[in-house]
């Protein structure tokens, strides 16, 4: 192909291609072009040489530049290594450039060495490393605690019921294994168990132990992993030898299992705590609080909701649930006092006296117990009449006051009940209430068997 100005035709650099864009272009269009036509061959030097050996040296410079285009585009990454040496005879030069060119493709390997070492270089965790202390005691401190740890500590016999369910679970298919991990919950709980105190820093410890586990680079995970070190890998050891599948796997797994255990423990009466509060903080904002200016609802407020007020009820929940009803209801005066010291002044104003705040903490806490197991909710009332910190008649005005809530709820559902299309008015579910011995106990079960899926349900 001719172009104005050109010495010699236009040679594509890839034939192929051109071949190809040049039939694609007849198809489109209908055109009859060939690509022999286009791109006639060059002449060669060969046969320009007998024509004219002395006449025509002047076109020897008209073929050579024509040659030395077309060679620059193709071969221009070895052009620039060949070029280099200047001086010497040309036919031995080219032999001795080759194997340098080949030479920059020896520190391919070292750079595959290099990445392989990167790739064993462990990522880092997305978890921020925060013991300056190799200490649990530290990340209590760090993260707050939600309950005191004398209260965490007589507390834990919940969380070791939970982890001995969880192995006798394992134990029913894996006998032998389920012991190995008896050993490893034992030294977990040993060394973590505190941490019930506080399920933020057992949330932390879980996500760096988690991610350590995973191949990730954590200062966290490798200082914890180290007070549980020996006691994990000899139970790998021996899961091994057993011919257990995934030892090493099933034991890590385990290990945040019972981490998680105490996490979630720990949120849990930490959330009991703020719904006693919140009970506490609306039954004074409908009473004495009605006519109080905002920066005395603040000092309440900062008061109410403080790290020693909630800890105080968060562990009077636990120790009741565990049986401990003195000490729950030293705890519940200790977090009435500190209620009131934080906002005397305000108390003082309304005229609410320390006791009315513990018979108001006594009564959420008994309420909260009271889901959970109602026998334990009555002996902590009675533990506080017993201790002084209220009237008797106002433990049993209390205790009446907790069935009828439990009554109440109860019947806002019973009727749900099971007789097929038919559905019941509501006074003929009150006469149901009254003829039946124990309402609540009949709707548990009412429940259970529309969950099983054996009753139909009327809709309301």
Known sequence: MWFERMAAPHQPRKPAAARKAVELFNAFVGAGFKYEELFPPPPKPEAAKPAGAVKPEAAK??????????????????????????????????????????????????????????????????????????????????FGLALDREAAFKAKSLVTAKVKARLEKVAAKEPEF????????????????????????????????????????????????????????????????????????????FVLEVIDILAKAGERYRRDALKAVSTVEKTLRATAFAGLSAAALYSVYSGLYSEAVVSSVASAVALAEVGQFKEAVQYVQKAAKALYEAAKEVFEQVKVTVQRLVELFVETVARVLAWVDEHKAYLFL??????????????????????????????????????????????????????????YEKFKKIAREANAGRVKLAEP
């Not at 965790?125 to 200490?135: G, H, K, L, T, W």
């Not at 954590?218 to 257990?244: C, N, P, Q, S, W």
């Not at 579910?429 to 124990?438: A, H, N, T």
């Open 178 to 253: 389920a012991h190995i991990l008896a050993e490893v919950a034992e030294r977990v709980l040993s060394s973590f168990g505190r941490l019930l105190a506080s399920p933020d820093a057992a949330r932390h410890v879980y996500n760096a132990l988690f991610y350590f586990f995973e191949g990730y680079e954590t200062r966290d995970g490798e200082v914890l992993f180290k007070m549980i070190e020996h006691t994990v890998r000899e139970a790998v050891r021996r899961a091994e030898e057993a011919g257990i599948p995934d030892a090493e796997y099933r034991v890590k797994q």
């Open 61 to 142: 410079p008209e073929t050579k530049p024509a040659m030395e285009v077309q060679r620059p585009l193709e071969e221009r990454g070895l052009r620039r290594e060949v070029e280099k040496p200047e001086v010497g005879p040309q036919a031995v030069r080219p032999e001795v450039g080759k194997p340098e060119v080949v030479k920059p493709e020896a520190p391919k390997p070292e750079a595959e060495v290099v990445r392989g070492l990167r790739r064993e270089k462990r990522p880092r965790a997305p978890v921020v490393d925060v013991m300056r202390v190799e200490s649990v005691d530290y990340l209590l401190e760090r």
């Open 382 to 439: 009675i533990a506080a009449a017993a201790a002084g910190a209220i009237a008797l008649s106002v433990a049993l005005n209390l205790w009446g006051l907790v069935e009828m809530e439990k009554l109440a709820y109860a019947a806002s559902l019973t009727p749900f009940v099971p007789a097929g299309v038919k559905e019941y008015s509501r006074e003929e579910v009150f006469k149901m209430l009254k003829e039946v011995p124990d309402p």
